[in-house]
């Protein structure tokens, strides 16, 4: 049974900074890839960061260069590191294993 959680989303002013974290368990986690996706009100989910087993990551382009994806595969979990935050950033994020399995997700709201 895989299950991810999200944390470490709350409030913040623009230009500040937010690290979510991902705890997964259920399955060989190291072999995955992993990815933070987010839904704002109103708009379709979207994909943030991805990371490859090999620690490889791409960013969409609006969040290069202020927003980082790490992995700790002796934790089973993954982090996204985001800084120099906007408005635009408020939503939903949600940690996924392979685009197949979902969190429950953690709210950013940056005002």
């Known amino acids: 049974h895989v299950q991810l959680v999200e944390s470490g989303g709350g409030s913040v002013q623009a230009g500040g900074s937010l690290r979510l974290s991902c705890a997964a368990s259920?399955?060989?986690?190291?072999?995955?890839?992993m990815g933070w996706f987010r839904q704002a009100p109103g708009k379709e989910r979207e994909r943030v960061a991805t990371?490859?087993?090999?620690?490889?990551?791409n960013y969409a382009d609006s969040v290069k260069g202020r927003f980082t994806m790490s992995r700790d595969n002796t934790k089973n979990e993954v982090y996204l590191q985001m800084t120099s935050l906007k408005s635009d950033d408020t939503a939903l994020y949600y940690c996924?294993?392979?685009?197949?399995?979902w969190g429950q997700g953690t709210q950013v709201t940056v005002s």
């Open positions: 990371i490859n087993s090999d620690g490889a990551t």
């Open positions: 996924t294993k392979s685009f197949a399995s």
């Open positions: 259920g399955y060989t986690y190291s072999s995955y890839c």
